[in-house]
């Protein structure tokens, strides 16, 4: 059960739609949420479709079809999103339409853009692709729970391809409605965002895509060895448990923490959230080994491991970690393993595992 | 050699009764849970509704709940009274913890607690604690904790097939020897939100809705949960043994986000390919527990794609939604729970509300329980996205 990742087609706060690689120049700001980059879509996206479209779908379909051209335009055999929230701007205005004008709909369109399958659905009206077509809606595990999806189905016919996304979108009232609760800090420069101290941190967005393959396609350099959820409940998470989970599922993939040549980590600038990243590389992760972070350059959101996983696919591709995403370590010559492991707030647990392909890898 | 799936317990949740024996009461009975809007109030209360009549505070109890502990959804209090019926009511065999895992489905989540307190919670954050509940995953997670499933608890929404694809998934990951046992279903209360959202897309039956009926005019929107125990054979219990999934297939009609194509293509992909995972043959089928929502379009898609695959040997067809209403993200589970009593009672499931054939059909609904050899069984669940999944339901 592993896949070849052949390709990916990014939307994120950082300019990753039309670079290939890590983007040269890290984009800044001062707030507590971060939005994303959005290419010029009418390239992409029929005109008359796209006066319509909500943004969600936009970003989805634009990163998909970036991802299949980069692959050579394969018609997947499967597509599968990971979506925490789905069309959440649509759904509000739904709501918002039928509490304000007491039941009288001004448009039924936001309702039917509501629904969490509209992004899947309309990549499949778009490749007019008739196969399986599944998403995810668990907070943060929606992402890792297409990807172990995509997994199975390679593994039930290793010549499948899968498209395979995360994508999330934020709302003033969604940042509104959090603030409440304290998810967020106040204004702050998102590159400081791990030196920041106290709890909060900064809501993000984005729509990230691969496409994994059974079998290489052109000359692949990173495979998704193996993908794990974890629901623990907040009290039933600390960094013990954790290290113990971890230790299953790295020797189910014959690992040991000193194989891994980078971690990253989803630390998000909360001080309790942060507390067991901290406390896995202080007595778990082997010393040399890299640690990165990346909520800095995408916001918190509950598909912000897809983003990780396009840094470690271009992390392995490029076999450099940039310095932006590094935590107080330094770069190992070879890059052959990353483990990537995300939380949020101590409940749901995601670990991802990826290797550098090598001949006859799978 | 892929695994074998078996069902070793059910839950259910509906207008039409709660539990398997009341529901099936209310089918020996021809005896329908649709009726009168109580639930909130609404412009459209003159729409028939298919309300589980249980206040929230009733559902508290039903569901075990002690008061005041956390902030439950009416979505969440129906799943964990359906969970608690399919899961809690035994012991099973052990296995180890790491190879349980729960996939619940919903269409809208906590949206029943959402839209009463959405104004409020926006102007001055009142209510704010009740944010946490509004999503998808808040019904899972509390029924996850209940039976304390950690290694792979997950959430899936593509509409109106919800829940027949979460019983895929859990049947898929136990074939893939991923799991032993999966608790999988869904549940959706009833919400304002839904019933405007269908009553804009103008597709609510004025009278209750008439499945196969050529004088059809719309669905009912009604509520529930059901969930299914799903179990390898290193698990199952045969004395518990109901029933064996043996097939199941998901496609997309990449046609239109919320209609059918006419042609009902889409349904007889999903059909076919069903059929053909179970290693079966059309004519291998006893019944169809159908989509039949009731609208002009669905059964007239979903009947031509019966007509094309089945030709002049089609099965028993019927569509239990007359019962039931459309629970949305509940319907497919709540289905392959009645497509289950089907096999183990050696019944087809009678329809209601039918009159006039539709002229397009060659078959028209089963209108009487009647003791059947069952043998195999098609349940059909299509949503919105063009998102059509069958399950194949089979003797052991």
Known sequence: MKAYVTASGVISPQRTHDTHGFPEHVYETVANRMQCL??????????????????????????????????????????????????????????LDMLDKDERITSVLPFINSTHNAVASQIAMDLQNYGYNYTYCHRALSFESALQDALMHVSEKPAASVLVGGIDECTDDFVRLHDYLGFWK???????????????????????????????????????????TLFMPEGNADPETVAAELDLFLADNDTTP????????????????????????????APETSYAGFKHLCGEYYTAPAFAFWLGTTIIKGQHVPAVVLRDSEQKDVIDRILIYNHFKNTEHGLMLLTRAKEGSV | ?????????????????????????SINHLKTGIGKLSLFPSRHDHLPVAEVKRTNAELTVLAGIDRNRDIYSRNALLALIAAEQAYGCRTFRKVPDHRTGLVMATTVGGMDLN??????????????????VFDSADCTEKVAIRFGIKNYVSTISTACSS?????????????????????????????????NGFHALEILSPTGCRPFDRDRNGLT??????LVMLESEVSADPEYVLCEITGYANVNEAYHQTASSPGGKGAYMAMEQAVAAASLKPVDIDYINAHGTGTEVNDLAEGKAIGDLFGDRIPAVSSTKAFTGHTLGAAGAMEAVLSTLAIVHQIVLPGLNFEVPMPELSFVPVQQKDHAEIHHVISNSFGFGGNNTSLVLSRA
């Open chain 1, 38 to 95: 959005e290419p010029d879509y009418q390239t992409m996206i029929n005109p008359l479709q796209l006066r319509r479209m909500p943004r969600i779908l936009k970003m989805g379909l634009a990163s998909a079809k970036i991802c299949l051209e980069r692959a050579g335009n394969i018609d997947p055999d499967a597509i599968i999103v990971g979506t925490g929230l789905g069309c959440l701007d649509n759904l509000e205005k739904f709501l």
């Open chain 1, 186 to 228: 106040h204004p702050v420069n998102n590159l400081d965002l791990f030196r920041e101290p106290g709890s909060g941190t900064i809501a993000g967005e984005g729509s990230a895509f691969f496409l994994l393959s059974g079998r290489p396609h052109n000359e692949e350099t990173v495979l998704l060895q193996a993908v794990q």
């Open chain 1, 258 to 285: 000193s194989d891994l040549d980078v971690v990253i980590l989803g630390l998000s600038g909360d001080h309790h959230d942060d507390y067991i990243y901290r406390q896995l590389r202080r007595n778990y992760f």
């Open chain 2, 1 to 25: 050699m892929p695994r074998r799936v078996f069902v070793t317990g059910m839950g259910i949740i509906s207008a039409a009764g709660i539990g398997t024996g009341a529901i099936l009461e």
């Open chain 2, 115 to 132: 839209e009463r307190c959405y104004h409020s919670l926006k102007r001055d954050g009142t209510y704010r604690d009740y944010v946490r």
């Open chain 2, 163 to 195: 829940s027949a694809n979460a019983i895929m998934l859990g049947a898929r990951l136990i074939r893939n020897n991923k799991l032993d046992r999966v608790l999988a279903g869904g549940s959706d209360a009833l919400t304002k939100f839904t019933l």
């Open chain 2, 221 to 226: 929107i009604g509520e529930g949960a059901a």
